[in-house]
C-alpha cells in the first residue's frame, strides 16, 4: 500500500527542498510557484485522483449486472492518468481496480496481457482492451 504514495511523496519533497532554495536566494514568488506545480503533480499521480477502487471480484460482478466497464488501473501510471482526465465526470461511471491493491485485480490483466501487467486494461462484456482510446472509453460509458 505504501508504494502507492513514494511517487507523491517524493514529488512534495522535491518541490519542498526547490522551493527552500528559491526563498534563500530571495524569489518568495518563484518558490510559490514551483511548489504549486510540485503540489499539483503529486495530488495528480496520487491515488486520490481516481476513483475509489473496488476489488476485481466486486467490479465483475456489478459490471455484469450494469454493462459497465472495469478499468483495471495503478497509480503512477500516465496511461491510467490520460483516461482518467479524458473521462473527467463520467470516470466515475466505470468499475476502477487498483492492480497494486488488489491481487485478483493484478492476476485479471496478467490474464488477458500475456502475463505483463499492462494498465489501462479495460473490460467490457468480457472482452479485454489493453490501452484503448479514451473516446472509445467514454462511448461504453455512455
Given at each position: 500500500?505504501?508504494?502507492?504514495?513514494?511517487?507523491?511523496a517524493l514529488l512534495v519533497l522535491c518541490g519542498a527542498a526547490l522551493t527552500a532554495?528559491?526563498?534563500?536566494?530571495?524569489?518568495?514568488?518563484?518558490?510559490?510557484?514551483?511548489?504549486?506545480?510540485?503540489?499539483?503533480?503529486?495530488?495528480?499521480?496520487?491515488?486520490?485522483?481516481?476513483?475509489?477502487?473496488?476489488?476485481?471480484?466486486?467490479?465483475?460482478?456489478?459490471?455484469?449486472?450494469?454493462?459497465?466497464?472495469?478499468?483495471?488501473?495503478?497509480?503512477?501510471?500516465?496511461?491510467?492518468?490520460?483516461?482518467?482526465?479524458?473521462?473527467?465526470?463520467?470516470?466515475?461511471?466505470?468499475?476502477?481496480?487498483?492492480?497494486?491493491?488488489?491481487?485478483?485485480?493484478?492476476?485479471?490483466?496478467?490474464?488477458?496481457?500475456?502475463?505483463?501487467?499492462?494498465?489501462?486494461?479495460?473490460?467490457?462484456?468480457?472482452?479485454?482492451?489493453?490501452?484503448?482510446?479514451?473516446?472509445?472509453?467514454?462511448?461504453?460509458?455512455?
Open positions: 500500500m505504501t508504494r502507492v504514495w513514494i511517487l507523491p532554495g528559491r526563498l534563500r536566494d530571495g524569489s518568495p514568488a518563484d518558490a510559490t510557484v514551483l511548489l504549486a506545480v510540485f503540489l499539483l503533480l503529486a495530488a495528480v499521480t496520487s491515488p486520490l485522483a481516481f476513483p475509489r477502487s473496488v476489488g476485481a471480484e466486486e467490479a465483475q460482478r456489478r459490471s455484469a449486472a450494469d454493462g459497465r466497464p472495469v478499468v483495471y488501473w495503478r497509480p503512477g501510471c500516465a496511461y491510467c492518468l490520460r483516461l482518467r482526465l479524458r473521462l473527467g465526470r463520467r470516470a466515475g461511471r466505470a468499475h476502477w481496480v487498483n492492480i497494486w491493491r488488489d491481487p485478483a485485480g493484478a492476476a485479471a490483466v496478467r490474464a488477458v496481457n500475456d502475463g505483463n501487467e499492462t494498465v489501462p486494461t479495460v473490460v467490457v462484456a468480457g472482452g479485454a482492451h489493453t490501452n484503448p482510446d479514451p473516446a472509445w472509453v467514454l462511448e461504453r460509458l455512455r
